[in-house]
């Protein structure tokens, strides 16, 4: 029980998380993405054969649990992405979108790169 209490503690969520740093110069100083910790090959497999974007959103909505991001056109910060596919429309698609896919999820840093 004490167990459950502090894995509570550290986190706003019933599961493990991580946390990654963006890129300051494709998201701005101190941005960070917050995921959960552990995904399935599967759920990698379902990205890379998705046939549109709704289906990628999907996923992402339910991995990637908080951030602190803001809008590129207008810097208000975003909704959180937490069962929430929609707030994927609104990042940059040319650098911000392809960075959290490959970093994430396609070569997520325990992978090897092209992996």
């Given amino acids: 029980m004490a167990k459950k209490q502090q894995k509570q503690d550290q986190s706003e969520f019933d599961f493990p998380t991580r946390r990654f740093a963006c890129p300051p110069d494709l998201f701005g100083e101190g941005k960070h993405v ?68 490959d970093t994430l999820f396609l070569n997520p840093p325990n992978f090897k790169k092209g992996r």
């Fill in 34 to 101: 917050l995921r959960k910790r552990f995904m399935k090959v599967r759920v990698v497999r379902a990205i890379k054969s998705a046939t549109d974007e709704k289906q990628v959103f999907d996923i992402l909505a339910q991995y990637i649990v908080a951030w602190n991001l803001d809008d590129v056109e207008t810097g208000d910060p975003l909704p959180q992405p937490y069962q929430n596919p929609e707030v994927f429309d609104d990042l940059d698609i040319l650098e911000q979108f392809p960075w959290i896919l």
